[in-house]
């Protein structure tokens, strides 16, 4: 649980600061979620006796916990709570202004970041197994291996 909530935070970072830069503020809050699918995307590799998924099934799974949980907290802080951090209403193809094609297309070249920087940190942090090259990751993604 320690490793799960030290990654969390690290992932929770990393994501509020590129939110930060792409729309120019963001809200503490999404360290959290952010954070939050970071640690939980990092999980699908650790335990190969249950997943032992290729890289595009991982991206896959994590595209979609990602969906989730974006919708999830933004039908609870925007909807609910009236918080009002992110509303897609007006982009096309969207599920209650919470989530948008088009923004949910731009993690799939994410992903597989994620996953190798969850990977890396857990090499330098706790000493575990070295991470694969990233452009590996994304040549495996790419020819679906």
């Not at 970072?13 to 792409?22: A, R």
């Not at 918080?83 to 731009?106: K, R, T, V």
């Not at 597989?112 to 330098?124: A, E």
Request: glycine share 8%.
């Amino acid at each position: 649980m320690k490793r799960f909530l030290i990654l969390g935070f690290i992932m929770g970072m990393c994501y509020f600061t590129l939110e930060g830069f792409w729309r120019g503020w963001t809200n503490i809050v999404m360290l959290f979620v952010g954070g939050l699918c970071g640690a939980l995307i990092g999980l699908l590799d650790e335990y190969p006796q249950y997943f032992n998924l290729k890289i595009w099934q991982q991206t896959l799974i994590s595209w979609l916990v990602i969906l989730v949980i974006e919708y999830s907290s933004g039908m609870l802080l925007n909807v609910w709570l009236g918080m009002g951090i992110w509303d897609y209403s007006a982009m096309p193809l969207n599920l209650n202004g919470q989530i948008c094609l088009i923004y949910a297309i731009l993690w799939v070249p994410l992903i597989p970041f994620g996953i190798w920087l969850d990977n890396w940190l857990r090499w330098k942090l706790f000493d575990e197994e070295k991470p694969y090259h990233l452009l590996s990751i994304y040549h495996d993604l790419l020819t679906l291996k």
